[in-house]
């Protein structure tokens, strides 16, 4: 079960920040975007420490507001919500 959830959890990571690549090709290139609520959905399902490497290293939506405070606002929680899972 561990290994499965390290396999998932670097899986979508992984598609995190591919997803903030890919955005911020197209955003340089003025095509189609990736919707924002893709991009935090992705960081909200597991995905947030690849979405916040993606964004830090393309330097991509590092000054957009509110999409800046609410993908560093996930982590937090899901470490709050791991905490008190432990608790249990």
Do not use: C
């Not at 405070?69 to 709050?80: K, R």
Request: net charge positive; glycine share 10%; aromatic share 10%.
């Amino acid at each position: 079960m561990v290994a499965g959830i390290a396999v998932y959890l670097a899986a979508i990571n992984a598609m995190a920040f591919l997803a903030f690549a890919s955005d911020k090709r197209r955003a340089v290139a003025g095509d189609r975007r990736t919707p924002e609520q893709t991009l935090l959905g992705l960081a909200a399902i597991g995905g947030s420490l690849g979405a916040i490497a993606g964004q830090q290293l393309f330097r991509h939506k590092t000054r957009k507001e509110p999409f800046r405070t609410i993908l560093w606002s996930i982590p937090v929680l899901q470490a709050a919500a791991l905490a008190g899972w432990r608790w249990l």
